[in-house]
């Protein structure tokens, strides 16, 4: 089982975590997915000028500055973390880097 951690931490509640971890529970729940993941807070990351942070494990998936409307892309960009591979040869991932932007990368 997959695990999204979503930080707890003070700088991330203010920047609507709560907001988030429930886009989290919801774009599971409408993909049906909620078998394949557990969705945790967690205590601060220590980078909270980047937050709120969301990680993705036992991947090592690590997204900032995450709002309620990335949640779709962070969901999709995980399917191959569970399925372990991608869904075909043009899948992409995608991540959310710490300077606020999507990247496209190959898998």
């Known amino acids: 089982m997959k695990e999204i951690l979503v930080c707890g931490g003070t700088g991330c509640i203010s920047g609507d975590s709560r907001l988030i971890h429930d886009a989290i529970e919801q774009e599971l729940s409408r993909q049906g ?11 601060c990351h220590g980078f909270c000028e980047q937050g709120p942070l969301i990680l993705v494990t036992p991947e090592e998936k690590f997204y900032c500055k995450v709002k309620p ?5 962070l969901i999709d960009s995980s399917d191959s973390v569970r399925t372990n591979e991608p869904k075909n040869q043009k899948h992409r991932h995608y991540y959310l880097t710490c300077a606020q932007s999507w990247v496209d990368s190959s898998v």
């Open 33 to 43: 997915l909620e078998a394949g993941f557990k969705i945790k807070y967690t205590g």
């Open 69 to 73: 409307q990335d949640v779709p892309n």
